[in-house]
């Protein structure tokens, strides 16, 4: 019995060795063109896969890959295809199976793993065929930055970015940086964020662009203000910042030439000596006024002094500037007439005399005697000043009279007590020396309430 008993642990073990030995050598015959069991490959486990079946897992169509290179305007995509894109793994996995002895699989069945480079490959002349059709790599289309603009926004000095141009300045690194990315199946490239751009020499946080910002809103930030008659006008930031020249290097002074080209550009805007004006009449009738040495204007030249200082100074003024001759009134509209003034109808012969809009006065007059061509000038006036008695005096005469109110030179209103009557054609054969001529007590009432300065208007 105990015979019997040890001849079947005999033969048991005989056909376990048997199993195990035909066990071991089917392995070792599968592990001939397969990976060992329990391989692990990109953190996938391909035992008994063979390397050809393990490559086709990891193939990849060229035409599902694209990276997009973004350009400051625009955006180039370039496909796998278009550049022969393609991944061979197939060296690698032939490495790993190469490196399996098949009678030594029993040592990996505690997993071997295994990590692929991406073995990317492409047509570099398709690439460089790409690259030859951007216009971003060709020159002649490249545009240089521009520094930070120094302008005035909301009444407020500020930097602005300037354009930042195109330029390229390695375009061979460029390219080999594309390249690495393709190689790195990045689907997107910025040329901007990866610093290919030239840059401008200043940026908007420079030291000397915030100095030269602060600067300028010093100077723009001045409160002058210029009255003409009770009308004022202030000065704009835009307008102060004008005066400032600033060089490339925002190196910046006041120019006093800008400062001229600004006195001369308000003098042009609100000065209104010799204009043309439309005069509306007593009767509502509107006319032309061609000959106006009357009105207000600026001295470009003394004032142009004036402002300079005042802006290198960094004063704050409010004053009337220098003129060259006053009018009597000022709006914002520009009238300086306004509702005080004298009116002389030389067809009519007929004054008014209009005080804050009523007609204070009207009466006949003479004016000058058109026959001997010595007719009152129409035009626009101002009363020079106002004398009580006064003698009037020319070539061939010399003449008292009470009130004087010259308005034109050496023609003016006054009375005329040797005349016996006004108004009429008297003027064309008897009319004055040029003046205005008027009843003693119309002359009388006129010097009372008119005021030197006060616009006369002669049509």
Not at 32 to 51: A, H, L, Q, R
Not at 71 to 83: A, L, P, Q, S, Y
Not at 365 to 370: A, I, S
Not at 430 to 435: F, V, W
């Given at each position: 019995?105990?015979?019997?008993?040890?001849?079947?642990?005999?033969?048991?073990?005989?056909?376990?060795?048997?199993?195990?030995?035909?066990?071991?050598?089917?392995?070792?015959?599968?592990?001939?063109?397969?990976?060992?069991?329990?391989?692990?490959?990109?953190?996938?486990?391909?035992?008994?896969?063979?390397?050809?079946?393990?490559?086709?897992?990891?193939?990849?169509?060229?035409?599902?890959?694209?990276?997009?290179?973004?350009?400051?305007?625009?955006?180039?995509?370039?496909?796998?295809?278009?550049?022969?894109?393609?991944?061979?793994?197939?060296?690698?996995?032939?490495?790993?199976?190469?490196?399996?002895?098949?009678?030594?699989?029993?040592?990996?069945?505690?997993?071997?793993?295994?990590?692929?480079?991406?073995?990317?490959?492409?047509?570099?002349?398709?690439?460089?065929?790409?690259?030859?059709?951007?216009?971003?790599?060709?020159?002649?289309?490249?545009?240089?930055?521009?520094?930070?603009?120094?302008?005035?926004?909301?009444?407020?000095?500020?930097?602005?970015?300037?354009?930042?141009?195109?330029?390229?300045?390695?375009?061979?690194?460029?390219?080999?940086?594309?390249?690495?990315?393709?190689?790195?199946?990045?689907?997107?490239?910025?040329?901007?964020?990866?610093?290919?751009?030239?840059?401008?020499?200043?940026e908007l946080d420079d030291p000397k662009i915030v100095s030269t910002v602060n600067y300028c809103n010093e100077?723009?930030?001045?409160?002058?203000?210029?009255?003409?008659?009770?009308?004022?006008?202030?000065?704009?930031?835009?307008?102060?910042?004008?005066?400032?020249?600033?060089?490339?290097?925002?190196?910046?002074?006041?120019?006093?030439?800008?400062?001229?080209?600004?006195?001369?550009?308000?003098?042009?805007?609100?000065?209104?000596?010799?204009?043309?004006?439309?005069?509306?009449?007593?009767?509502?009738?509107?006319?032309?006024?061609?000959?106006?040495?009357?009105?207000?204007?600026?001295?470009?030249?003394?004032?142009?002094?004036?402002?300079?200082?005042?802006?290198?100074?960094?004063?704050?003024?409010?004053?009337?500037?220098?003129?060259?001759?006053?009018?009597?009134?000022?709006?914002?509209?520009?009238?300086?007439?306004?509702?005080?003034?004298?009116?002389?109808?030389?067809?009519?012969?007929?004054?008014?005399?209009?005080?804050?809009?009523?007609?204070?006065?009207?009466?006949?007059?003479?004016?000058?005697?058109?026959?001997?061509?010595?007719?009152?000038?129409?035009?626009?006036?101002?009363?020079?000043?106002?004398q009580c008695p006064a003698i009037l005096r020319g070539d061939d005469y010399e003449t008292p009279v009470t009130?004087?109110?010259?308005?034109?030179?050496?023609?003016?209103?006054?009375?005329?007590?040797?005349?016996?009557?006004?108004?009429?054609?008297?003027?064309?054969?008897?009319?004055?020396?040029?003046?205005?001529?008027?009843?003693?007590?119309?002359?009388?009432?006129?010097?009372?309430?008119?005021e030197p300065g006060t616009p006369v208007i002669v049509y």
């Amino acid at each position: 019995m105990f015979l019997w008993t040890n001849k079947i642990i005999r033969y048991s073990w005989i056909t376990l060795l048997s199993l195990v030995l035909i066990a071991y050598i089917a392995l070792v015959i599968t592990s001939e063109d397969t990976y060992y069991p329990g391989t692990i490959i990109n953190g996938v486990n391909y035992g008994f896969k063979s390397p050809g079946y393990v490559d086709n897992e990891l193939y990849q169509n060229p035409a599902d890959y694209n990276i997009e290179i973004i350009f400051r305007g625009e955006t180039k995509t370039i496909n796998g295809r278009d550049i022969l894109l393609k991944n061979d793994f197939r060296p690698e996995l032939d490495a790993i199976k190469l490196s399996q002895n098949p009678f030594l699989w029993p040592s990996t069945l505690s997993q071997e793993e295994h990590s692929l480079s991406d073995c990317i490959s492409f047509d570099e002349a398709s690439l460089e065929r790409i690259f030859d059709k951007y216009d971003e790599f060709n020159t002649e289309f490249m545009v240089e930055p521009e520094n930070p603009k120094i302008v005035v926004e909301d009444d407020v000095v500020v930097a602005q970015l300037g354009e930042q141009g195109n330029v390229i300045e390695d375009i061979d690194g460029l390219k080999e940086a594309i390249k690495e990315a393709i190689i790195n199946r990045e689907t997107t490239f910025d040329v901007e964020e990866r610093g290919f751009y030239k840059r401008p020499d200043y940026e908007l946080d420079d030291p000397k662009i915030v100095s030269t910002v602060n600067y300028c809103n010093e100077i723009a930030g001045l409160k002058i203000t210029y009255k003409y008659g009770d009308y004022e006008i202030k000065l704009t930031p835009q307008q102060l910042f004008s005066t400032i020249k600033l060089d490339y290097n925002y190196s910046h002074s006041i120019s006093k030439g800008r400062v001229e080209g600004l006195v001369e550009s308000l003098s042009r805007l609100y000065d209104t000596y010799d204009s043309i004006r439309v005069f509306k009449t007593h009767n509502k009738t509107k006319v032309n006024i061609t000959n106006s040495h009357y009105g207000w204007q600026m001295d470009t030249e003394i004032e142009t002094d004036n402002l300079y200082n005042d802006i290198i100074h960094h004063t704050n003024v409010e004053r009337t500037p220098a003129f060259t001759s006053e009018g009597f009134t000022y709006d914002e509209h520009g009238d300086d007439i306004g509702d005080t003034y004298a009116e002389v109808d030389l067809t009519n012969q007929h004054m008014y005399y209009y005080k804050n809009g009523k007609l204070i006065l009207d009466t006949d007059v003479v004016t000058g005697c058109v026959n001997l061509r010595r007719g009152t000038p129409s035009g626009i006036y101002s009363v020079q000043y106002k004398q009580c008695p006064a003698i009037l005096r020319g070539d061939d005469y010399e003449t008292p009279v009470t009130y004087w109110m010259p308005f034109n030179g050496g023609i003016g209103f006054h009375d005329a007590t040797w005349r016996g009557s006004f108004g009429g054609q008297i003027y064309i054969w008897s009319g004055s020396h040029g003046c205005v001529n008027m009843p003693y007590f119309a002359a009388q009432q006129l010097f009372s309430e008119i005021e030197p300065g006060t616009p006369v208007i002669v049509y």
